[in-house]
Nanobody, 123 residues
């Protein structure tokens, strides 16, 4: 199974920016990859997804502020976050699947997960 490791989390002021990275090891077709987040007391939610062709999708809450990208040769996934809000505070995890998901931002569609990196946005 593929192993995923996130990095780049930290603490920022509202309105600031941050970039998350996810590196993969092991074999996976990984046609689809995504970022999810979960805050204390909240359910996990999909943030953004991307396929090998660069086709992307975003949650309404981050549309226009976050940008997902991938570097296939390096087997890396990125999430550029701009104009961060306190509501963005959460543990961010990357995920991957070799199967085309029916719902790209639905967690059960993904079978490989990282442990997450914390993002904290202060008001």
């Amino acid at each position: 199974q593929v192993q995923l490791v996130e990095s780049g989390g930290g603490s920022v002021q509202a309105g600031g920016s941050l970039e998350l990275s996810c590196t993969a090891s092991g074999y996976i077709a990984a046609h689809y990859m995504a970022w999810f987040r979960q805050a204390p007391g909240k359910e996990r939610e999909g943030v953004a997804s991307i396929d090998t062709s660069g086709w992307t999708s975003y949650a309404d809450s981050v549309q226009g502020r976050f940008t997902i990208s991938r570097d296939n040769p390096r087997r890396a996934l990125y999430l550029r976050m701009n104009n961060l809000k306190p509501e963005d505070t959460a543990l961010y995890s990357c995920a991957a699947t070799a199967t085309r998901p029916n719902q790209k931002l639905d967690a059960p569609e993904y079978n490989s997960w990282g442990q997450g990196t914390q993002v904290t946005v202060s008001s």
